[in-house]
């Protein structure tokens, strides 16, 4: 018998649809688009206002009004308000990153409280409260610099402890020990201390060349000593009017990441063997670049955040040549304010005497020439009769 092959049938296509028309396309897309709307302001409407005692949830809800109300502007506006109310929307959208960002560090610091943090240990509840912090960095052979400033605005004794009790103004000489702790250097300090009780001692090796490392520990320890609104580090061949700089630093009270000083930017030296060689100068670009803005390091500011930053992240802050430039690094990527505040980098006599007759009392006054005054523990004495602010001033001032 034959069999007989069956002839393969061909494969039913199912129908193309229909292609949709442009037209069509549009009008799918803005329908779309304006029912996205529309639902996105009924959330907005209907979202509970924030209990959050902060104030950080309310924020966030107001931008969601803000974009209700650009959403109405764009229905009943004209076509040619669409760009102005887009740039509208674009500032809330990076005010509201910036509180984000803000809330996140707030976040970290208290982790970091709790926690103990990659360093030294955050401020706890239970330190002395104050509200300014002044540490003066100060070497084994300054003695004389030292006993300069005792005799002019660094107040002795009970004058000291009242200062830090009813003006919260804490100021401390700050050091280290040397590379044989117990050694004749050490045993020095002590004495000197325990004559005074105005030391700072810090874990951290003395040298001129570990001033960055310094100015972490500094931080730290004092983060861990005393809760404050600010701290400031400044040298001891610096004239500074207490009450003054109690005074510019108050204006910035309300603000959580503040960094104030006499912000500069100057070059950086690659050649070996100049004073504030750079060897890492590659870092900063080409030949013949300059820093990225900050405080000079003769007197400088931090709010208690970023002290509190400087304090859980010390041993990954990487350290530059130069203690200015490295603590502008680590603050460079942050959000923070920085206030150029050139009452904090007047010049010695005639400049501080002149804006002082004039009403305009410095807060800081120093030889540019010599990164402090030349010659201090013998003319800190003068400058201070010219330039300084009065004994009572501090004490005169308003509640800090």
Same mark, same amino acid.
């Given at each position: 018998?034959?069999?007989?092959e069956?002839?393969?049938?061909p494969?039913?296509?199912?129908?193309?649809?229909?292609?949709?028309?442009?037209?069509?396309?549009v009008?799918?897309?803005?329908?779309?688009?304006?029912?996205?709307?529309l639902?996105?302001?009924?959330?907005?409407?209907?979202?509970?206002?924030s209990?959050d005692?902060?104030?950080?949830?309310?924020?966030?809800?107001?931008f969601?009004?803000?974009?209700?109300?650009?959403?109405?502007?764009?229905?009943?506006g004209?076509p040619?308000?669409?760009?102005?109310?887009?740039?509208?929307?674009?500032?809330?959208?990076?005010?509201?990153d910036?509180?984000?960002s803000?809330?996140?560090m707030?976040?970290?610091?208290?982790?970091?409280?709790?926690n103990?943090?990659?360093?030294v240990?955050a401020?706890s509840?239970?330190?002395?409260?104050?509200?300014?912090?002044v540490?003066?960095?100060?070497?084994?052979?300054?003695?004389?610099?030292?006993?300069?400033?005792?005799?002019?605005w660094?107040?002795?004794?009970?004058?000291?402890?009242r200062?830090e009790?009813e003006?919260?103004?804490?100021v401390?000489?700050?050091?280290?020990?040397s590379?044989?702790?117990?050694?004749?250097?050490?045993?020095?300090?002590?004495?000197e201390?325990?004559?005074?009780?105005?030391?700072?001692?810090?874990d951290?090796?003395?040298?001129?060349?570990?001033?960055s490392?310094?100015?972490?520990?500094?931080?730290?320890?004092?983060?861990?000593? $005393?809760?404050?609104?600010f701290?400031?580090?400044?040298?001891?061949?610096?004239?500074?009017?207490?009450?003054?700089?109690?005074?510019r630093?108050?204006?910035?009270?309300?603000?959580?990441?503040?960094?104030v000083?006499?912000?500069?930017?100057?070059?950086?030296?690659s050649?070996?063997?100049?004073?504030?060689?750079?060897p890492?100068? $590659?870092?900063?670009?080409?030949?013949?670049?300059?820093?990225?803005?900050?405080?000079?390091?003769?007197?400088?500011?931090?709010?208690?955040?970023?002290?509190?930053?400087?304090?859980?992240n010390?041993?990954?802050?990487?350290?530059?040549?130069?203690?200015?430039?490295?603590?502008?690094?680590?603050?460079?990527?942050?959000?923070?304010?920085?206030?150029?505040?050139?009452?904090?980098?007047?010049?010695?006599?005639?400049?501080?005497e $002149?804006?002082?007759?004039?009403?305009?009392?410095?807060a800081?006054?120093?030889? $540019?020439?010599c990164?402090?005054?030349?010659?201090?523990a013998?003319?800190?004495?003068?400058?201070?009769?010219?330039?300084?602010?009065?004994?009572?001033?501090v004490w005169?001032?308003?509640?800090i």
């Amino acid at each position: 018998m034959a069999l007989t092959e069956r002839q393969p049938q061909p494969e039913k296509k199912a129908p193309r649809a229909r292609p949709m028309s442009g037209k069509a396309v549009v009008m799918l897309c803005a329908t779309s688009f304006f029912v996205g709307l529309l639902l996105s302001g009924r959330t907005a409407l209907l979202t509970p206002p924030s209990s959050d005692p902060s104030g950080h949830g309310s924020r966030i809800h107001l931008f969601a009004d803000d974009c209700d109300q650009s959403r109405r502007k764009l229905e009943e506006g004209k076509p040619n308000d669409i760009m102005k109310e887009v740039s509208r929307t674009h500032q809330a959208i990076q005010s509201l990153d910036k509180s984000v960002s803000s809330l996140e560090m707030e976040l970290a610091v208290e982790r970091a409280r709790q926690n103990g943090g990659l360093g030294v240990a955050a401020p706890s509840r239970g330190l002395p409260k104050a509200f300014v912090v002044v540490g003066i960095n100060t070497a084994f052979s300054s003695k004389r610099r030292r006993d300069s400033l005792r005799d002019t605005w660094v107040p002795r004794g009970d004058r000291l402890r009242r200062l830090e009790r009813e003006k919260g103004v804490v100021v401390r000489f700050v050091i280290g020990h040397s590379a044989t702790p117990g050694g004749a250097l050490d045993r020095a300090v002590d004495v000197e201390a325990a004559a005074t009780g105005d030391f700072l001692r810090l874990d951290h090796v003395e040298g001129y060349h570990e001033l960055s490392a310094k100015a972490r520990a500094y931080f730290a320890t004092a983060v861990a000593t $005393w809760d404050a609104d600010f701290y400031v580090k400044v040298d001891d061949d610096v004239h500074v009017n207490l009450g003054m700089l109690a005074a510019r630093l108050a204006k910035h009270r309300a603000r959580p990441r503040v960094y104030v000083g006499c912000m500069k930017s100057g070059p950086v030296l690659s050649q070996k063997g100049v004073k504030y060689h750079e060897p890492e100068y $590659w870092k900063f670009g080409d030949e013949g670049n300059k820093y990225f803005r900050h405080a000079t390091g003769q007197i400088y500011a931090v709010s208690r955040d970023l002290a509190s930053y400087i304090s859980i992240n010390q041993p990954i802050l990487h350290r530059f040549a130069n203690e200015d430039v490295s603590l502008g690094a680590w603050l460079l990527g942050l959000e923070v304010e920085h206030v150029d505040d050139r009452s904090l980098c007047c010049a010695t006599p005639p400049d501080c005497e $002149w804006k002082k007759q004039a009403g305009n009392v410095c807060a800081a006054s120093f030889d $540019w020439s010599c990164s402090g005054i030349c010659k201090s523990a013998e003319r800190m004495r003068s400058i201070h009769s010219a330039c300084g602010e009065g004994d009572g001033a501090v004490w005169s001032a308003a509640a800090i």
